[in-house]
């Protein structure tokens, strides 16, 4: 969107009326990625650089535009952000680059939505939204919004429910619930049918799957949520590899969810360790904590946001002509030629014009 905003010039005559135009058209200040993380203490969204980790700022303050109880998050192929809101069983847009609240994207109940954990578009461009005691994933359009369908329903995955897609296209969601047995499920990233229980020969940590995340090797990540550990799998077979991050490595309590970041380094919430923790992403080995400084206080969801372009503003020069009933526009600074910016104005005398001009462009 161009804000247009004019400024009268001290100067009239009797068949020109001369205005400045200010608009903020998109220039790239910035190359950095960000990191994005939810605080669910006050339902807010920090940003970190994602290369450095230093702290950046509050990008979505607390509680704006009645989030609660926020979870996951993700960056939409519009750019913004999208928001899980638990508790008021929503999905919130906010713009990918001021922040600011856009809408409902996925409104209260839409489709029966209860309760939203993790939120991500799928190759298709579709939202795919986690719903924590339903035991499954719904879908909806990525342009309109409309609910589509409960793309995967299955009991086994009541509780917190993470899940990603996997390169084959396919989901791949965690189990919560110790009743329910604590695996990895995949399901056919097409028609949402089971597929089978993905992993096989890990050690019995009792514990339940949190986030899942596939990394530049193509193995699998898993958080396990009670055992404060970070699993690695093949990302074909399912085979157990190894305890990537080892038991409460740097201080990890609880891990919720996982991203590698840009560096292709591992970043994991702790929810009871009040923290995101950075682990080498070739070796697992402990490189430090987030955004040293951030006020961050029980972090959940991450996800990266490329830097976008900033608004700054430049000068046109309009010039209304008296007699022809065009408002021309010109370069300020070169005073070249830039085309017409409206015909058949009803532009009156010299002084009307302007005043007119006026209360249409702020």
């Known amino acids: 969107m161009i804000n247009r905003y004019t400024l009268l010039l001290g100067c009239l005559f009797l068949t020109f009326g001369v205005l400045?135009?200010?608009?903020?058209?998109?220039?790239?200040?910035?190359?950095?990625?960000?990191l994005l993380v939810v605080d669910s203490a006050?339902?807010?969204?920090?940003?970190?650089?994602?290369?450095?980790?230093?702290?950046?700022?509050?990008?979505?303050?607390?509680?704006?535009?009645?989030?609660?109880?926020?979870e996951g998050l993700t960056t939409g192929p519009d750019n913004n952000v999208y928001v899980a809101s638990w508790s008021s069983s929503s999905v919130k847009r906010y713009d990918g680059r001021t922040g600011a609240f856009i809408d409902d994207f996925i409104a209260a109940g839409s489709g029966g939505l209860g309760n939203p954990d993790q939120v991500l578009f799928?190759?298709?461009?579709?939202?795919?939204?986690?719903?924590?005691f339903a035991s499954s994933i719904r879908r909806y359009d990525g342009t309109t919004e409309a609910f589509i369908d409960t793309f995967v329903?299955?009991?086994?995955?009541?509780?917190?429910?993470?899940?990603?897609?996997?390169?084959?296209?396919?989901?791949?969601?965690?189990?919560?619930?110790?009743?329910?047995?604590?695996?990895?499920?995949?399901?056919?990233?097409?028609?949402?049918?089971?597929?089978?229980?993905?992993n096989s020969g890990n050690p019995d940590h009792d514990s339940a799957v949190g986030g899942l995340a596939f990394g530049a090797d193509g193995n699998l990540y898993a958080c396990r949520f009670h055992a404060d550990l970070v699993e690695r799998y093949n990302g074909t077979t399912g085979?157990?590899?190894?305890?990537?991050?080892?038991?409460?490595?740097?201080?990890?309590?609880?891990?919720?969810?996982?991203?590698?970041?840009?560096?292709?380094?591992?970043?994991?919430?702790?929810?009871?360790?009040h923290r995101v923790s950075r682990y080498d992403g070739a070796t697992g080995a402990f490189?430090?904590?987030?955004?040293?400084?951030?006020?961050?206080?029980?972090?959940?969801?991450?996800?990266?946001?490329?830097?976008?372009?900033?608004?700054?503003?430049?000068?046109?020069?309009?010039?209304?002509?008296?007699?022809?009933?065009?408002?021309?526009r010109y370069d300020s600074s070169t005073g070249a030629f830039?085309?017409?910016?409206?015909?058949?104005?009803?532009?009156?005398?010299?002084?009307?014009?302007?005043?007119?001009?006026?209360?249409?462009?702020t």
Request: aromatic share 10%; hydrophobic share 40%; glycine share 14%.
């Open 122 to 132: 799928g190759p298709d461009g579709k939202l795919y939204v986690s719903d924590r």
């Open 20 to 34: 400045l135009e200010a608009r903020t058209d998109p220039v790239v200040t910035s190359t950095g990625t960000k």
């Open 42 to 70: 006050n339902d807010s969204v920090l940003a970190f650089d994602a290369a450095a980790g230093a702290f950046l700022g509050t990008f979505i303050p607390a509680s704006s535009g009645g989030l609660h109880s926020a």
């Open 239 to 273: 085979a157990y590899i190894d305890d990537f991050v080892p038991f409460q490595l740097g201080g990890l309590v609880t891990p919720t969810y996982l991203i590698f970041g840009t560096d292709h380094n591992l970043n994991v919430t702790g929810q009871n360790s």
């Open 338 to 361: 830039l085309g017409t910016f409206a015909e058949n104005a009803e532009l009156g005398d010299p002084f009307n014009s302007l005043l007119a001009q006026i209360a249409i462009s």
């Open 153 to 198: 329903s299955n009991g086994g995955l009541i509780g917190f429910l993470s899940f990603n897609f996997g390169p084959d296209g396919n989901i791949y969601a965690g189990m919560f619930n110790p009743s329910h047995g604590q695996n990895i499920l995949r399901f056919n990233g097409i028609t949402g049918a089971f597929i089978d229980v993905f």
């Open 287 to 328: 490189i430090g904590d987030l955004g040293a400084g951030s006020a961050l206080t029980n972090p959940t969801g991450l996800t990266l946001a490329a830097a976008l372009p900033t608004a700054t503003p430049t000068i046109a020069l309009l010039v209304g002509d008296y007699n022809s009933g065009k408002i021309l």
